[in-house]
């Protein structure tokens, strides 16, 4: 700015010397008016407050370019700050997190999410397939139902546990993103810091889905089992309560006689 000054300044000194050199044959009085009796130069106090004057107008001008310039470079400089990308990126830690819970979910025993198998499942070992069969192949599919439930409440709590694991993962990207957020020089940054912090809500609610999944499905194959469980009871006491076709006499040989 003090340069710039100068150079102004500068500028203006040279003008006022050739706006006095320029104006000098339109305005300079005759011949003998410059010399008087003494040989003197005449003061000409008019054209002096003139040149004073279109200096003055020039100084004022070159200013004002200089403010516009500035503006326009502080304009610039505010641009490229919205267009600065956030230098910090929270997106591999969380798609581990959900990729983890993903695991756990995709560990599961026996029965798993999967459509096809419940379906298979339920048609060969639930409901009226738990009364069908012998005596062994009912105590058989009895004991494989319940370690089925038992397989589904321990799926349960691993997925639990990773997902409470996630908690401190989601803290500490929290605290990241609201200080990157904070601290954005632009509206770009601030807009991506929040972006990430949309990102981590929907990976605690991916997280929160699952849990709530595992432990569903350890409810209802538990469900499921006391409910082929009573089927497969009232089947046994029919069978025990089945006489056939009752007493019938027969002839009865005692002593070989």
Not at 86 to 105: F, H
Not at 142 to 155: I, K, M, N
């Amino acid at each position: 700015m003090t340069r710039t000054r100068k150079l102004a300044g500068r500028a203006v000194a040279a003008l006022l010397l050739s706006s006095a050199i320029a104006l000098s044959p339109a305005t300079a009085p005759p011949a003998h008016a410059l010399f008087g009796g003494f040989g003197g130069i005449v003061y000409d106090p008019t054209n002096h407050a003139e040149n004073l004057l279109t200096a003055a107008r020039t100084l004022e001008q070159i200013n004002n370019q200089i403010a516009q310039l500035q503006n326009e470079a502080q304009m610039l400089v505010n641009q490229a700050r919205n267009l600065a990308s956030l230098p910090y990126s929270s997106l591999s830690r969380l798609q581990s997190s959900v990729q983890e819970t993903q695991r756990l979910l995709g560990e599961a025993q026996r029965i798993a999410h999967d459509v096809t198998e419940i379906d298979r499942a339920f048609t060969e070992d639930y409901g009226a397939a738990a009364a069908r069969g012998d005596f062994d192949q009912m105590i058989a599919g009895a004991r494989g139902r319940w370690e089925t439930s038992v397989a589904g409440l321990e799926d349960s709590l691993k997925v639990q546990a990773g997902v409470v694991g996630n908690i401190e993962t989601a803290r500490a990207e929290m605290g990241a993103l609201v200080a990157e957020s904070q601290a954005a020089t632009g509206a770009l940054q601030a807009a991506q810091a929040g972006n990430q912090l949309l990102a981590l809500q929907s990976g605690q609610i991916a997280d929160l889905t699952a849990a709530i999944a595992a432990q569903n499905r350890a409810q209802t194959l538990e469900t499921a089992r006391r409910v082929s469980a009573e089927a497969q009871g009232r089947e046994n006491l029919a069978r025990f309560l089945d006489y056939g076709s009752g007493y019938e006499p027969t002839t009865v040989r005692m002593f070989g006689g």
